[in-house]
């Protein structure tokens, strides 16, 4: 096992915690982070998973299953998050959807030291429009998505968990 | 070409107990029905409205729920087709009001306003049913077999532009609710009636 296997987030661990919080619903657009988290996704019948073509659509498709009683989580990268300003303004925050957003965070590095301009961005695009965010690293991490949920249903706004991206715990 | 407010009335009595998402139709609506089943969200995030509807028929399957879309936010996103076709929900009616324009910002016509053929993109893009309307009289013949026909159904209504050039801040508020109230009091009926 190298270290970055050992300290990874598994796929497992994320399904878990779906069903912890009692996820109906993901809306998702495939990343590289993702890949096996969508296997074991797809093979749980108890999960219904919702493919778009742009992670805006996420979230005017997660206010809907929300209104109609579901709990909707998102799962889409920072690259997407960012183009996606509009829609988590309008459709999340606007219509006080309680979602978690699980946000692969492209680019990360743990120094700080970025060659990748989504990772950049990702932090103060979340700070701009003020919304609550917690970052996991290693299935250690893994309560603080629980807390996520938690704080979403309280404050009836939208939370982001940031996957990061370096050790690549869902594409092994 | 019909009036916005002349196709309403003629669909409000085959609504049932639809879900009806009013969208760009919903200063007409409201003076037709406004009960916690009627949705006027006004413009949350333009282009929205699709995925909205998909997920609120994906949560109530045993509903019917009408959309009341629009070219111009079709157009933003029409890579909702897709995802829509191939979730399939039964009992979504996806219906465009194509008047042509973006009526709201003054009238600007919407990119090859008159050639695109939506009935055409959402067909390609897996609709079972995907229809095209500019005469009222065939709608009033078509409706009722179309609400009766299994979702995903896509209809476009040929419809005359309302264009509005007063600035907004000195528009006339239609809406009773905001959209934040109209979701929660949707969520308590449908709670309450589980």
Known sequence: ?172 | MMHTADLLNLFAPHRGDAIVISGRGGRHWIDISDTVMDIPLGDPAMGGHAGFGLGLALAQPNRRVVLFDSEGDLLMSLGQLPTIAEQAPANFYHFVLDNEVYATTGGQPVPNAKRVDYPGMAHAAGYPTAVGFSELGDVATALPGLLHTPGPVFAAFKVLPEVENTPIGQRVRWRKRGAEAVVRDLRAALAGRS
């Open chain 1, 1 to 172: 096992m190298t270290d970055a296997a050992a300290v990874a987030m598994s796929p497992e661990t994320v399904i878990r915690q779906m069903k912890q919080n009692h996820v109906t619903d993901i809306v998702w657009l495939p990343d590289s982070e993702t890949n096996f988290l969508y296997l074991l996704m797809q093979a749980d019948p108890d999960l219904r998973l919702v493919g778009v073509t742009r992670e805006g659509h996420a979230c005017s498709i997660a206010a809907g299953l929300y209104a109609g009683g579901r709990k909707p989580m998102i799962l889409i990268q920072n690259t997407g998050m960012m183009e996606s300003g509009d829609s988590i303004r309008g459709w999340l925050m606007g219509l006080n959807v309680p979602a978690v957003l699980m946000v692969g965070y492209r680019g990360y590095t743990r120094h700080g030291v970025n060659t990748d301009t989504a990772a950049t961005y990702t932090e103060r695009f979340l700070m701009a429009f003020n919304i609550s965010y917690y970052l996991v690293e290693s299935d250690a991490d893994a309560d603080r998505i629980s807390v996520a949920f938690a704080e979403a249903e309280r404050t009836k706004k939208p939370v982001v968990v940031l996957v990061g991206d370096e050790f690549h715990g869902f594409n092994r």
